[in-house]
């Protein structure tokens, strides 16, 4: 099964960036879909956006539209999220997945790595 690297998240001020970064391992990342989810202490992991194998079709959750930004790059095997507009409420731990997509919305079809704390301060 391909394996997930989560890497890029740490300590930025509210209204900052970070660009997330996921490496993945195997000769078949460009044949799936990818996803961002993140989850906050004593909560359910949630979906947060999501991109087509190509690269040609991104979809959001609402709470991050306009802020964040998904992508890949398959000849590299990688698969970015850059965060924009940062808030306290993004401080949480974030993590990547092959997913599939339907009505907007990624569903994770492999296990779950470690994922990348991000943390927001006030």
């Known amino acids: 099964q391909m394996q997930l690297v989560e890497s890029g998240g740490g300590l930025v001020q509210a209204g900052g960036s970070l660009r997330l970064s996921c490496a993945a391992s195997?000769?078949?990342?460009?044949?799936?879909?990818m996803g961002w989810f993140r989850q906050a202490p004593g909560k359910e992991r949630e979906f947060v956006a999501a991109?087509?194998?190509?690269?040609?079709?991104?979809y959001y959750a609402d709470f991050v539209k306009g802020r964040f930004t998904i992508s890949r790059d398959n000849a590299k095997n990688m698969m970015y999220l850059q965060m924009n507009g940062l808030r306290p409420e993004d401080t949480v731990v974030y993590y990547c997945?092959?997913?599939?997509?339907?009505?907007?919305?990624?569903?994770?079809?492999?296990?779950w790595g470690q994922g990348t704390q991000v943390t927001v301060s006030s």
């Open positions: 991109i087509n194998w190509s690269g040609a079709s991104t």
């Open positions: 195997g000769r078949t990342f460009g044949s799936y879909a």
């Open positions: 997945n092959a997913v599939e997509i339907n009505y907007g919305l990624g569903s994770p079809l492999g296990s």
